[in-house]
Antibody
């Protein structure tokens, strides 16, 4: 069974950093691109970033201003999202997802709350 | 480009509902459209891939289509069940592989 387990969220101070993880199982991880999508409270889905299976190609939502870094460790079947200089508007549920242009599987999400 | 969906739709159990997703610029058939279902308090799940494909486990009551004339995609749900009550999002991408989501449509099954 294909599974994605997101983790790493929590309460973070404004200006702080966080690393989100996405542990994958049930499929050949290195063969698939991975994405992160976020959802602010009461809002819709917003694409954040995507990374190819090899890790050699990536894209980020233009609005995120370079504070986000997507990466992966294919030896650990895990994808990551690093977020720096956190702001209140980054408060959201962050979902990892399998695929890039076409997403077929979603994680349950991990909540990041930015507050002092 | 943007993808525009109605904010909400409602219909009775057993009926059919169609949710539209209109692309603001560029051709709707230039890039695949996906549809995602998000029930309250849950993560999204994929109900339609690549315009018309249903992932394994999605009932055939769900179908997707593309209309080049109106430059829109549609999700049709027939034989509505109370369990179908959810938010539905369309999604596509541009030539540079940036993903775009529609604003979402709240489906109420009365």
């Amino acid at each position: 069974e294909v599974q994605l387990l997101d983790s790493g969220g929590g309460l973070v101070r404004p200006g702080g950093s966080v690393r989100l993880s996405c542990a994958a199982s049930g499929f050949p991880f290195s063969h698939y691109a991975m994405s992160w999508v976020r959802q602010a409270p009461g809002r819709g889905l917003e694409w954040v970033a995507a990374l190819s299976g090899s890790g050699g190609a990536s894209n980020y939502a233009v609005s995120l201003e370079g504070r986000f870094t997507i990466s992966r460790d294919n030896s650990r079947d895990t994808a990551y999202l690093d977020i720096n200089s956190l702001r209140g508007e980054d408060t959201a549920l962050y979902f990892c997802a399998r695929g890039w242009n076409v997403i077929d599987t979603w994680g349950r999400g991990t909540l990041v709350t930015v507050a002092s | 480009f943007m993808l525009t969906q109605p904010h909400s739709v409602s219909e009775s159990p057993g009926k059919t509902v169609i949710i539209s997703c209109t692309r603001s610029s560029g051709n709707i058939d230039a890039r695949y459209v996906q549809w995602y279902q998000q029930r309250p308090g849950s993560a999204p799940t994929t109900v339609i891939l690549q315009d018309t494909r249903r992932p394994s486990g999605v009932p055939d009551r769900f179908s997707g289509s593309i209309d080049s004339y109106t430059n829109s995609a549609s999700l049709t749900i027939s034989g509505l069940q109370t369990d179908d009550e959810a938010d539905y999002y369309c999604q596509s991408y541009d030539d540079d592989n940036y993903l775009v989501f529609g604003g979402g449509t709240r489906l109420t099954v009365l």
